[in-house]
């Protein structure tokens, strides 16, 4: 299958810090990203979703000003979490869409703690 | 509105035998089907999809049927090994409805005892 890279793979920050993640292709290039996050016992909850070079479309209850997304190139994109929160914590995985092919991988996870 | 459903929160299976899982839809306009497997930590992995056009589809020891009538698709895993301990999440799509997205199970935990 695919190689996808996310790093960090574990995060602890504080409240009210920005955390960073980043999301790479490594042997593909992937016209769309797609960031979901799952909390304990639950299915993965799609986020957004980006286009390389436009902005986000997020779905319905996720903050758009909370949760940035950069999709600068076709084998980068990044998901920032900003002021984050507790409730923030979760376990975020992105998703990139190959230009070709029908398959989607994803990355192997960021877990992410707000104390 | 969960659109994608896994009834069966765990199944616990014996090894050498099939481990079924089911998966139910809701939206008609899906029309491809994934199962993905998880492990705790980690991202999901593909494992084997089908289109709405097949009702099976084989790949080792990995088997779905979809059932469109019913709404309804099922991977068979025999024989059933220790190794594929995990939780399995179905997900479905449909160009017409929400183009790429996945819109995913609640997913179910496979046990397989040794």
């Known amino acids: 299958g695919a190689v996808v890279s996310q790093h960090p793979s574990r995060v602890i920050c504080k409240s009210g810090t920005s955390v960073k993640i980043e999301c790479r292709s490594l042997?593909?290039?992937?016209?769309?990203m797609f960031w979901y996050r799952q909390f304990p016992k639950q299915s993965l909850m799609l986020m957004a979703t980006?286009?390389?070079?436009?902005?986000?479309?997020?779905e319905q209850g996720v903050e758009k000003d909370k949760f940035l997304i950069n999709h600068a190139s076709l084998t980068l994109s990044t998901l920032t979490v900003t002021s984050a929160h507790p409730e923030d914590s979760s376990f975020y995985i992105c998703?990139?869409?190959?230009?070709?092919?029908?398959?989607?991988?994803f990355g192997p996870g960021t877990r992410l703690t707000v104390t | 509105d969960q659109q994608v459903k896994q009834n069966s929160p765990s199944l616990s299976v014996q090894e050498g035998r099939i481990s079924i899982l089911n998966c139910d839809y809701t939206?008609?306009?899906?029309?491809?089907f994934l199962w993905y497997k998880k492990y705790p930590a980690e991202g999901p992995t593909f494992l084997i999809s089908?289109?709405?056009?097949?009702d099976k589809n084989e790949d080792g020891r990995f088997t779905v049927f979809l059932n469109k009538s019913a709404k309804h698709l099922s991977l068979h895993i025999v024989p059933s090994q220790p190794g594929d301990s995990a939780v399995y999440f179905c997900?479905?799509?449909?160009?017409?409805?929400?183009?790429?997205?996945?819109?995913f199970g609640t997913g179910t935990r496979l046990a397989v005892r040794p």
């Open positions: 998703s990139p869409f190959p230009r070709e092919g029908y398959e989607q991988y």
């Open positions: 042997d593909f290039q992937a016209t769309t």
């Open positions: 980006s286009n390389e070079g436009s902005k986000a479309t997020y």
């Open positions: 939206n008609s306009m899906f029309d491809y």
């Open positions: 089908i289109s709405s056009i097949k």
């Open positions: 997900a479905a799509k449909g160009e017409k409805s929400s183009g790429d997205k996945l819109t």
